[in-house]
């Protein structure tokens, strides 16, 4: 059964450092997210990525965040300078169209500690 | 704006016995709602799901029903076993591409 994947499973990184988050969604998907849950917190919705532009974003998704589609099968969730509060579990998820009724398909997550 | 609100764990159950997790939301229009499901160590997968009113999703026993009036969507299963232990996400999707989660549920299940 076709899995999206998230590479890597933890990254650890000093506080101002720059990170790369990976993810290879299903490969007939068209939409893309990113999602993030700090410990003990609610899974937050990031951004949505369609045909290589940012569909929608969130509060959260400020100019220290960036995604990019490089090439026809990675979705990347950049953080040019990591802060503390940053640490939490990133998760990305891709569906084949929008709307309610789709379902989004979860990647099994990068766990990002930040010093 | 939307929001989804899920009965604080942890449910502790002992095995066969009836599960129910309850989950009332908020949202404009007219959602589709989910339960995902989280293993420890592993991401979130998609347990059932619901995208009209009086629809019921059901998946490996578990069963949900979208109730308009009530503005719920309770978790079921008849008869729990050890490895349904994991975390349960009720969200929601208004129609854009936004799902609002829950805070979780912890279920552990003992033998």
């Known amino acids: 059964e076709p899995e999206v994947t998230q590479t890597p499973s933890h990254q650890v990184t000093q506080m101002g450092q720059e990170v790369i988050l990976r993810c290879v969604p299903i490969s007939n998907h068209l939409y893309f997210y990113w999602y993030r849950q700090i410990l003990g917190q609610k899974v937050e919705f990031l951004v949505s990525f369609y045909n290589n532009e940012i569909s929608e974003k969130s509060e959260i998704f400020d100019d220290q965040f960036s995604v990019e589609r490089p090439d026809g099968s990675n979705f990347t969730l950049k953080i040019r300078s990591t802060k503390l509060e940053d640490s939490a579990m990133y998760f990305c998820?891709?569906?084949?169209?929008?709307?309610?009724?789709?379902?989004?398909?979860f990647g099994p997550g990068t766990r990002l500690l930040v010093l | 704006g939307d929001s989804v609100t899920q009965m604080e764990g942890p449910v502790t159950l002992s095995e066969e016995a009836f599960l129910t997790i309850n989950c009332t939301y908020t949202?404009?229009?007219?959602?589709?709602l989910f339960w995902y499901v989280q293993y420890p160590g592993e991401g979130l997968q998609l347990l059932l799901k619901a995208t009209k009113a009086d629809d019921k999703g059901s998946n490996k026993g578990f069963e949900a029903t979208y109730r308009k009036e009530t503005t719920s969507f309770h978790l079921e299963k008849g008869s729990v076993q050890v490895s349904d232990s994991a975390v349960y996400f009720c969200a929601l999707n208004s129609g854009y591409s936004t799902l609002t989660f829950g805070k979780g549920t912890m279920l552990l299940v003992s033998p």
């Open positions: 949202a404009t229009g007219y959602p589709s």
């Open positions: 998820a891709s569906s084949e169209g929008v709307g309610g009724r789709q379902t989004q398909y």
